[in-house]
């Protein structure tokens, strides 16, 4: 008797609130993407740089020219799928507008590439945004991203520790190099928590690794703090 009445309450709670798509509006059976868009998503997956990311054509378990030439700051960056127009017009309703919600599905998909990574982690750490342009937002999505992989994981949150200490301009549109150049000494720890970074690894939450400048930049801050290791975990990267 009593799932009779649990599947009716189901069906009148479906037509009364019916379950959408989080990215096309669709309706679907649960929560997350439809069949559509799920096919869009170009999920990353080996082989790939050990260091950044980047994907491999061919099976290969090693670093890319860009990671020999340069060592990132960072021990490791992870991304659950690529950067292309399909993702970025899931990501832009995320950062313009008002649907933090999708921060829940995109800390799923993104605590689903990095599990694995983040068991030995101490803190989860937001790549912070200038306080005027959160003022003018009111959230900083790598924060919603950073509290869903607290929730998946357990490990402890802590928005406070990295400051932007700069105001940059709009890093889109710029070369790898004038990236670098615009973010350099934008960052700062905040003095009140510099030991808790001491001696801890850290997993640095962005939502898109372009060049990686930003990334790299936090995980310099970061080490100059003594992190002993820094994983920047991202909802995508692009393909550089
Ligand atoms: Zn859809
Ligand atoms: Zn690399």
């Given at each position: 008797m009593s799932s009779f009445i649990n599947g009716t309450l189901e069906i009148v709670k479906n037509i009364c609130f019916p379950i959408t798509c989080c990215n096309c509006g669709n309706f679907v059976?649960?929560?997350?993407?439809?069949s559509d868009c799920w096919k869009h998503i170009k999920w990353i997956s080996d082989?790939?740089?050990?260091?950044?990311?980047?994907?491999?054509?061919?099976d290969l378990d090693a670093i890319c020219p860009n990671c020999l030439r340069k060592r990132p700051h960072f021990d490791k960056a992870i991304a659950a799928f690529k950067y292309d127009d399909f993702s970025r017009s899931m990501i832009l309703k995320f950062k313009h507008?008002?649907?933090?919600?999708?921060a829940e599905k995109l800390g799923h998909w993104m605590y689903g590439a990095c599990a694995k990574d983040m068991a030995d982690a101490d803190i989860i750490v937001p790549v912070p945004i200038h306080f005027l342009k959160r003022l003018k937002r009111q959230y900083n999505q790598s924060e919603l991203l950073g509290m869903e992989l607290q929730k998946l994981s357990g490990i402890p949150y802590e928005?406070?520790?990295?400051?932007?200490?700069k105001r940059t301009d709009p890093?889109?549109?710029?070369?790898r190099e004038r990236r670098l150049r615009n973010v350099r000494g934008s960052f700062g720890v905040d003095e009140n928590y510099v030991p808790l970074v001491d001696g801890k690894s850290v997993i640095l939450v962005d939502d898109v690794l372009t060049t990686g400048s930003t990334a790299n930049e936090c995980s310099r801050v970061l080490k100059k703090h003594n992190a002993a290791k820094v994983i920047v975990v991202t909802v995508a990267r692009v393909d550089q």
């Open positions: 059976d649960s929560e997350g993407l439809c082989p790939k740089c050990k260091i950044c990311g980047t994907p491999f054509e061919i507008w008002d649907t933090t919600y999708i928005p406070r520790i990295l400051k932007k200490i890093q889109e549109g710029l070369s």
